[in-house]
């Protein structure tokens, strides 16, 4: 399985960004596909998630401004985020979870500028 990540850059604070993931490679669907983001010194967590039903799960930090989306026919995951902060900024990684296991796209940087 292999995940492609697209988007990520320098933003202004106040700004938009969309990231989109595309996995491919699974013979089955994706339970669930998400978004998580790591700073330097720091663990990785998750920023969003959505599973195959459409139920999705937000970090605190960012409800209200996020909005994650997928299409299960396409394998693609997108994540809308608004009015950016710079306490946003972090290398954001693509994961997608199946039965036969759990993946990670390379990551992608995105700067929040103040």
């Known amino acids: 399985v292999q995940l492609q990540a697209y988007g990520g850059g320098l933003v202004q604070a106040g700004g938009s960004l969309r990231l989109s993931c595309a996995a491919s490679?699974?013979?089955?669907?994706?339970?669930?596909m998400g978004w998580y983001r790591q700073t330097p010194g720091k663990q990785r967590e998750l920023v969003a998630a959505?599973?195959?039903?459409?139920?999705?799960n937000y970090a605190d930090s960012v409800k209200g401004r996020a909005t994650i989306s997928r299409d299960n026919a396409k394998n693609t995951v997108n994540l809308q985020m608004n009015n950016l902060k710079p306490e946003d900024t972090a290398v954001y990684y693509c994961?997608?979870?199946?039965?036969?296991?759990?993946?990670w796209g390379q990551g992608t940087q995105v700067t929040v500028s103040s």
């Open positions: 994961n997608a979870l199946n039965f036969a296991g759990n993946y």
């Open positions: 490679g699974s013979a089955s669907r994706f339970v669930t």
């Open positions: 959505i599973a195959s039903s459409g139920r999705t």
